[in-house]
């Protein structure tokens, strides 16, 4: 997605990633990203990866946009932005139980929403690997499964982890319409209540792309005590025409 969602020469990428993260590493372990066209969403995630400790792995959780491949996908292949390149933790992956993740390269082939996350991981970490999981399935009773199995394997492993739940908000809706919108949505996170979230959200009928991912990150963050708090808020219609927009929102969930 070099080219397109960010810049391909690694000193382009690198100058944006200069103006959007400014490093003030907290106890967070596990956010909330948007993944859309840095120009349109990099500044809000530059917030979140401006708190993001260094971790051995981070687990990136994204939806799957394309519906190409299994519906929880877990990636073991080399990945590879302007920046470098980034390993999978093999040793993790093989420790996650695989009754609902199943390894499978198709369903990352062509989605765009864990790989716009690695270089702003690779700008704040010189020395990581990632856990990539693409969810088709996202319904809450297959974020409880990921979530555990998740759990399982850093108990196994003993591995310092952080997750990463890779989504953007409400889309192609008036500004002031959106913002309205999300609000409740990202109540909803920030309560720690999953059925709440998931009520919320099909009440509404939202079209959030990444609510599996972020179930995903709501369940491991309450599973180590932690709190959510909205980082910053923003819509494409703050650099872009604002009669169709899409919400945008970095939440921290800090240990």
């Not at 990632?130 to 492993?157: F, H, N, S, W, Y």
């Not at 996170?189 to 609510?211: E, H, K, L, P, W």
């Amino acid at each position: 997605m070099a080219g397109a969602f960010y810049p391909s020469h690694p000193d382009s990428l690198l100058a944006m990633l200069d103006e959007f993260v400014s490093r003030n590493p907290q106890n967070v372990g596990a956010g909330v990203a948007p993944h859309a066209g840095y120009m349109y969403s990099g500044r809000t995630a530059g917030k979140l990866y401006s708190l993001i400790p260094d971790a051995e792995t981070y687990v990136v959780i994204g939806p799957n946009h394309t519906g190409y491949g299994s519906m929880v996908a877990v990636s073991t292949d080399t990945w590879l932005t302007p920046l470098g390149e980034v390993e999978t933790d093999v040793e993790f992956i093989d420790a996650m139980p695989g009754i609902i993740i199943d390894r499978d390269e198709i369903a990352h082939k062509y989605e765009h929403s864990i790989e716009v996350q690695l270089p702003f991981l690779q700008y704040i970490c010189s020395n990581f690997m990632i856990v990539p999981v693409c969810m088709g399935l996202q319904d809450e009773e297959t974020a409880r499964e990921v979530a555990a199995e998740i759990l399982t394997a850093q108990e196994k492993t003993e591995r310092k982890i952080v997750v990463i739940a890779s989504s953007d908000m409400h889309h192609y809706l008036p500004d002031d319409v959106c913002r309205e919108r999300d609000a409740k949505v990202i109540d909803s996170i920030i309560s720690m209540d999953v059925s709440r979230f998931y009520m919320t959200v099909n009440s509404m009928q939202a079209s959030v792309c990444g609510v599996g991912p972020i179930a995903v990150a709501m369940l491991y963050s309450k599973s180590k005590n932690a709190t959510a708090e909205l980082v910053d808020y923003s819509t494409s219609g703050d650099v872009a025409d604002k009669s169709q927009v899409v919400g945008y929102a970095a939440i921290a969930f800090r240990v």
